[in-house]
């Protein structure tokens, strides 16, 4: 059976022991009682694995019944695992499979960890090997130094912008290329760009702004404190006191980001304006979240000995997840040069054809002459 619509079973129509295994994964308990293994996870996490356990129970549902007495654990085998895993071919991509699989082993680890899950791994490992992204992102990545030289275009040109539909063209400009250029010198999820507030998370110490999240306030549960360029910082005064005012008008917020009705700017608004103007910029979209590709592609080609720093930069958990920027970045290099071997070889090849170059003698035009 191949699945051709994906659908997690809601928590409310779960058995009710797999109703009590989730409490008890993240329940945060206390001194006495202790956690469960997920208490810690990020509210992103644990939102991707419910909703993961949910299409396996749906799976379930569909393909066998609901057994409520049987435990959770007990259900997950190597045979119903082979049979899910065949039934999300052709509805999913490949690396969406994956993850289906990496939250239910997640899960399952820490609930029976006397169980030998190595059959399990296996299975994960495999997926990953032969996971492909579902779209190919090598191609809409640029070095970061063009995003943000194109933010610094944006709030240079503003001035001179006028639009007769839209009064508010220039400051709109001036906050989005402030926007593209604060996010290309510090790539940060779009999450925490949205809510950036004056006084919060942009503060201003002895005459250098910083950007601070605090850890609850982060994907990876890691805080944030890093300063911005010093270049930004004329940038960020003028919009804080002339543009952002005309875009706020009577009302009163501390968000940075402000619409052009006053309101602050939701997520899917940024990332909506973000794209448009990379687009007019360079043919194609880069969204908030390429931003992060872009950064660590061009740390990782610049400095290829230092994979840390970029893993610093974009606050990864994990070093593995900075390394695949490394090898993708290596990708792009090895294309790059590759064009130009092309490119070379092209010229060499039509210099031979022509044979080496002889001067001719002028054309004489003799009924002119």
């Known amino acids: 059976m191949v699945f051709t619509r994906r659908h997690s079973l809601p928590f409310n129509e779960w058995p009710l022991s797999d109703q009590k295994m989730w409490q008890a994964v993240i ?5 006495l009682d202790g956690c469960g293994p997920g208490a810690d996870w990020a509210p992103t996490t644990k939102d991707n694995t419910r909703k993961a356990y949910g299409y396996w129970l749906y799976w379930l549902s569909v393909t066998e019944g609901l057994d409520g007495t049987v435990n959770p654990m007990d259900r997950i085998t190597p045979e119903r695992i082979a049979a899910y895993v065949k039934s999300l071919e052709g509805a ?6 994956f993850t289906y699989t990496l939250d239910l082993l997640r899960l399952a680890k820490p609930l029976a960890p006397d169980k030998d ?3 399990f791994t296996d299975i994960k490992n495999r997926l990953w090997a032969r996971a492909k992204p579902a779209k190919d992102k090598t191609q809409r990545v640029r070095p970061s130094i063009d995003l943000f030289e194109l933010g610094l275009d944006l709030v240079n040109s503003a001035a001179g912008v006028r639009c007769r539909y839209n009064p508010h063209a220039a400051e ?7 926007m593209i250029a604060l996010l290309a010198a510090r790539p940060l999820r779009l999450k925490n760009l949205a809510a950036i507030e004056i006084g919060l998370h942009l503060i201003k110490v002895d005459g250098i702004y910083w950007l601070r999240f605090d850890a609850d306030e982060v994907k990876n549960r890691k805080h944030i404190e890093v300063p911005v360029p010093g270049i930004l910082t004329a940038y960020i005064e003028l919009y804080c006191a002339v543009h952002r005012p005309i875009l706020l008008g009577p009302s009163i917020s501390n968000s940075l980001w402000i619409s052009r009705v006053g ?3 939701s997520q899917s608004t940024i990332r909506h304006h973000i794209k448009n103007r990379t687009e007019e910029a360079f043919g194609h979209p880069i969204t908030p979240h390429l ?13 290829p000995h230092h994979v840390r ?39 060499t090849l039509r210099q031979e054809s022509r044979g080496p170059y002889k001067p001719q003698p002028p054309v004489i035009d003799k009924e002119a002459s």
């Open 291 to 303: 931003f992060r590709d872009c950064a660590a592609t061009s740390v990782a080609i610049e400095d």
């Open 309 to 347: 720093i970029a893993m610093n930069i974009l606050g990864h958990h994990s070093l593995a997840t900075t390394q695949r920027y490394y090898d993708q970045s290596q990708m792009l290099a090895a294309g790059r040069t590759y064009q130009s071997a092309l490119g070379n070889l092209r010229d």
């Open 263 to 265: 309101r602050p700017l």
């Open 172 to 178: 709109q400009q001036f906050r989005d290329g402030l």
């Open 27 to 31: 329940a945060e308990g206390d001194i």
């Open 92 to 97: 999913v991509a490949s690396s969406t499979i």
């Open 117 to 119: 899950w190595a059959w």
